[in-house]
């Protein structure tokens, strides 16, 4: 497989995207991140480095090694809520199919960049000062990483940051006795080009996913306290600085990963043939645990086509949608607001109606609110989204919690927040 085919499927995805042809709204992001991943892969092994797909299984272990790594940071946002999804399927089979392929690309993506960045003769050397280690600097390594790990638990609104840097602390000291390349070892060595490297790659990577994140349907919303008002894409500016240190991480925790089998050498071939079996099912049902116990807490909207959509309309009206050709709120949005076209579409529906369907649809897309969010607000007395530019971020989760308890869902004041400051600015 060479870049020209992953390139024309990113190309005809954005284009099903730009047209609003299904399912791609919803499945945009992995029609971009799997044939990133495969374009980039292809290009490094232009410079040099052999393709991840021609190493026997690497990629599918590389996968679903993602998949339960990156599930540690979905159960960690249990409790720190800085992050919630919005517009997934209704099906849970498809939800978590569709949730497993997305968190399957995180090493893969990561490690496909970092070693095409690896194959480029400028980024393969650069000389700093030889790094002195000793063993006080290695507790004092081991002790902030348990620091960084345990304080975002405890005080999720203050230091939610060091979530991102937490295994590098931990695991780096590990790696530089134990596994086969080392960071640590490389700056004792006065080389800092393959950190700056994968920082590098991460800033990448970060660009990537946030882009195909944005112009989804399915996609996640951050709530990061203080950071909301300034942003590229979803991602608030600041919060692209956490990108470079994943991506080290992300490294850091593949080296530590492939340094196990030699740290249990001694083990009888039987030993570790049980230990990895252990380690593989105890990581899968993990994985489906957190899949199952975040879906009510991190999950706040599921998407439904017109046709569904059964308490904001009536028979009669989605009968006359979709004989108009409208099967999303997307499209229903995009034909009226194209000139002459509404009249045509609106057919059965007489014009006060027809505007009052148009401002549910801008409600429902209004930062992925979905159609049970607008059936709740609507029972709050909003209808639109300058009604929801009104309230308060306090007094809407509060009003939510006292008339549907438990249904309204978590993190609600920090969600109310980002739906009623994005109705108070103008549409980016």
């Given at each position: 497989?060479?870049?020209?085919?992953?390139?024309?499927?990113?190309?005809?995805?954005?284009?099903?995207?730009?047209?609003?042809?299904?399912?791609?709204?919803?499945?945009?992001?992995?029609?971009?991140?799997?044939?990133?991943?495969?374009?980039?892969?292809?290009?490094?092994?232009?410079?040099?480095?052999?393709?991840?797909?021609?190493?026997?299984?690497?990629?599918?272990?590389?996968?679903?090694?993602?998949?339960?790594?990156?599930?540690?940071?979905?159960?960690?946002?249990?409790?720190?809520?800085?992050?919630?999804?919005?517009?997934?399927?209704?099906?849970?089979?498809?939800?978590?199919?569709?949730?497993?392929?997305?968190?399957?690309?995180?090493?893969?993506?990561?490690?496909?960049?970092?070693?095409?960045?690896?194959?480029?003769?400028?980024?393969?050397?650069?000389?700093?000062?030889?790094?002195?280690?000793?063993?006080?600097?290695?507790?004092?390594?081991?002790?902030?990483?348990?620091?960084?790990?345990?304080?975002?638990?405890?005080?999720?609104?203050?230091f939610f940051p060091l979530t991102w840097v937490s295994f590098v602390l931990l695991l780096?000291?590990?790696?530089?006795?134990?596994?086969?390349?080392?960071?640590?070892?490389?700056?004792?060595?006065?080389?800092?080009?393959?950190?700056?490297?994968?920082?590098?790659?991460?800033?990448?990577?970060?660009?990537?996913?946030?882009?195909?994140?944005?112009?989804?349907?399915?996609?996640?919303?951050?709530?990061?306290?203080?950071?909301?008002?300034?942003?590229?894409?979803?991602?608030?500016?600041?919060?692209?600085?956490?990108?470079?240190?994943?991506?080290?991480?992300?490294?850091?925790?593949?080296?530590?990963?492939?340094?196990?089998?030699?740290?249990?050498?001694?083990?009888?071939?039987a030993a570790r043939r049980v230990a990895a079996v252990g380690a593989a099912l105890l990581?899968?049902?993990?994985?489906?645990?957190?899949?199952?116990?975040?879906?009510?807490?991190?999950?706040?909207?599921?998407?439904?086509?017109?046709?569904?959509?059964?308490?904001?309309?009536?028979?009669?009206?989605?009968?006359?949608?979709?004989?108009?050709?409208?099967?999303?709120?997307?499209?229903?949005?995009?034909?009226?607001?194209?000139?002459?076209?509404?009249?045509?579409?609106?057919?059965?529906?007489?014009?006060?109606?027809?505007?009052?369907?148009?401002?549910?649809?801008?409600?429902?897309?209004?930062?992925?609110?979905?159609?049970?969010?607008?059936?709740?607000?609507?029972?709050?007395?909003?209808?639109?989204?300058?009604?929801?530019?009104?309230?308060?971020?306090?007094?809407?989760?509060?009003?939510?919690?006292?008339?549907?308890?438990?249904?309204?869902?978590?993190?609600?004041?920090?969600?109310?927040?980002?739906?009623?400051?994005?109705?108070?600015?103008?549409?980016?």
């Open positions: 497989m060479d870049v020209a085919l992953p390139s024309i499927v990113i190309v005809a995805a954005s284009v099903g995207l730009a047209l609003g042809v299904e399912p791609v709204p919803s499945w945009y992001f992995l029609l971009l991140w799997w044939p990133y991943v495969f374009a980039v892969d292809a290009l490094g092994g232009r410079v040099g480095r052999r393709p991840l797909r021609e190493q026997r299984g690497l990629l599918l272990r590389l996968a679903g090694l993602s998949v339960a790594w990156w599930t540690l940071f979905e159960a960690t946002n249990l409790r720190l809520g800085n992050w919630y999804y919005v517009m997934v399927d209704p099906e849970r089979s498809v939800r978590w199919l569709f949730g497993f392929a997305a968190f399957a690309t995180v090493l893969p993506g990561v490690l496909a960049t970092l070693r095409l960045l690896e194959g480029i003769p400028v980024l393969r050397t650069l000389r700093v000062a030889r790094l002195e280690w000793s063993r006080g600097k290695e507790r004092a390594m081991l002790a902030l990483g348990a620091f960084c790990l345990l304080s975002p638990l405890l005080w999720p609104d203050r780096a000291p590990w790696n530089r006795r134990r596994a086969a390349r080392s960071f640590l070892r490389d700056l004792e060595q006065g080389d800092a080009a393959p950190l700056c490297r994968t920082l590098l790659a991460g800033a990448l990577c970060g660009v990537v996913w946030e882009a195909g994140n944005y112009w989804a349907r399915q996609k996640w919303v951050y709530t990061v306290p203080g950071f909301e008002e300034l942003k590229l894409f979803e991602m608030p500016l600041l919060g692209f600085l956490g990108f470079p240190p994943f991506a080290v991480e992300c490294v850091i925790v593949l080296r530590f990963v492939e340094s196990l089998p030699g740290a249990a050498a001694s083990w009888s071939r990581a899968a049902l993990g994985t489906l645990l957190v899949f199952r116990v975040s879906e009510p807490v991190s999950t706040d909207s599921h998407y439904l086509p017109l046709a569904e959509m059964e308490e904001l309309l009536s028979a009669d009206e989605r009968e006359a949608l979709a004989r108009g050709g409208l099967r999303s709120p997307e499209q229903l949005l995009g034909a009226a607001a194209r000139p002459g076209e509404a009249g045509a579409f609106g057919v059965g529906l007489d014009a006060a109606r027809w505007d009052e369907i148009l401002e549910t649809m801008r409600l429902v897309t209004h930062r992925g609110l979905g159609a049970r969010r607008v059936v709740q607000l609507r029972a709050l007395g909003v209808t639109s989204v300058e009604d929801l530019s009104a309230r308060t971020p306090a007094g809407l989760a509060a009003a939510l919690r006292e008339r549907f308890g438990a249904e309204a869902g978590c993190f609600l004041e920090r969600r109310a927040r980002v739906w009623i400051d994005a109705a108070r600015r103008p549409e980016r």
